[in-house]
DNA sequence: CTATGTGCAAATCTTTTGCAGGCTA
DNA sequence: TAGCCTGCAAAAGATTTGCACATAG
């Protein structure tokens, strides 16, 4: 389970519709269904494919487990999500797009945002000579005390 | 390709040989030529179980790709390697065992130490009540400028 | 000798792809 | 209508597992 996800309302419905034509993408059935979940809240979500798979037949939608992976790598492709890579066996999807850190539930393998402004980098390593930063990943990887 | 391993030479295996005892692991031949490769001249490697495998085969070593994979399991397992998640499709192992930022190649998928002396995190965020920080992992993602 | 490793092939799991049919603009 | 989407099943990779045989201590 990734989370509670939103009850597919009207609302959720157009917020996800809103968010698909920022980018431009048609609203088909399918990737209103997704989007609703992933956005309808305006809440930051970390979906895995499973996950929102899952959540998606729950709402009583008809989707293939095939296009959620293939509409959830065309919305990283459109901006609209941002894959983060901390589990080798499983990929995370993520709302929010700005470069910010993760706490990483090592025990129930859950990803949820850090307060970006409680992490502070003084300094950072220089990139190498013909290179530049495409991003900086910080996971904070949790395990229960 | 993983970097340039080091021949099998005697040196580098009674290294690993004694690597393999610091963490009372039996010395079989398979194991002797892993460990060679791995820590064989002493410097940090970031093996993957795929490259490593064809590092063994190109030394003339019988290996299997399932005894890779297991072994380096079995050296995490045993303290000796660390793993390192940076790319969903792939898993890295790390010789260097402390709480360390890397780079990683996006255009070539290799993964190598960030000076850690140039990393200074000021701050971090605090770990929810009821968890401690198991490890901080930073990923410089870098591109070719 | 006995517990541990190893090899191989087959199984598993996540993710991608090919192609025929469906639906949006 | 034309082209983009979707569904399904099959393919593709990475990694793990089961089991018979080999080997270190």
């Given at each position: 389970m990734d989370g509670i996800f939103d009850q597919?309302?009207?609302a959720a419905t157009e917020r996800?519709?809103?968010?698909?034509?920022e980018a431009g993408?048609?609203?088909?059935r399918q990737r209103v269904a997704l989007a609703a979940l992933l956005v309808g809240d305006g809440r930051n979500r970390h979906a895995t494919a499973e996950g929102l798979y899952a959540a998606c037949l729950a709402c009583g939608e008809r989707v293939s487990l095939a296009t959620v992976y293939n509409?959830?790598?065309a919305f990283c492709e459109a901006g609209l999500l941002q894959e983060?890579?901390?589990?080798?066996t499983r990929s995370y999807f993520d709302t929010r797009l700005d470069d910010h850190p993760h706490f990483y539930w090592e025990d129930t393998a859950e990803l949820t945002d850090a307060p970006s402004e409680e992490l502070q980098i003084a300094r950072l390593p220089a990139p190498p000579p013909g290179t530049e930063v495409a991003r900086v990943d910080v996971v904070i990887r949790l395990r229960r005390g």
């Open positions: 597919n309302s009207i996800g519709i809103r968010w698909l034509g993408l048609r609203p088909t509409t959830l790598r983060v890579t901390v589990d080798a």
